[in-house]
């Protein structure tokens, strides 16, 4: 009986300093993209945000690193504060503005192809690829888009840290987002 007393005290002392120690480790660092507008995306049209998907690559949480062209990999102690989804359709919209009463009323559905680090031989770089549609505001998903392009847009990355990629991944955001509006201003 006083061994499997024990015993039991044994395995309660080791349950509690696993406990302990879970406890004390630190979680991942979790970040968002910059949802202050730019500026650069507001004009004359209409831009709602419709249905938004993500390649599947990019629905894991964690940031991703594009190694090589075959290899890719994630910060292991950083990740997004919420779904790629979700923050993209923020970040548009708050590029987007306020809507314009006297412009052409549009919605925006694409799919998030690239949100990445990119590692090259002279650095790291922000990519972001967005191939979008646009239609009139009333038309049928099936029907033919006014608008359908892919956005593509690199920048430099200042440091190889997920801090630095995810500043620069919502510059590239706000450079799509103005190249859209031109684009839709000119429907």
Known sequence: MEFTRAKHACLALIVTCFAAGCATAPGPSLY???????GEGSGGVQIAVGRLRIAEALQNKRILIKKSPTEIEYYAAAQWAAGLDELLAEKLGVEF???????????LS?????????????????????AVEIR???TSYYSPPALAKTYDVRLPVAEPTAGAVVEALSTCLEQVAAAIVADAAAL
């Open 110 to 130: 694409g799919t998030l192809l690239a949100f990445e680090q990119v590692d090259t031989p002279g650095g790291g770089e922000a990519h972001v690829r967005l």
């Open 136 to 138: 009139k505001d009333g």
């Open 32 to 38: 968002t993209l910059n949802m202050a507008p730019s």
């Open 97 to 107: 503005g306020q809507p314009n009463p006297a412009g052409t009323p549009c919605v």
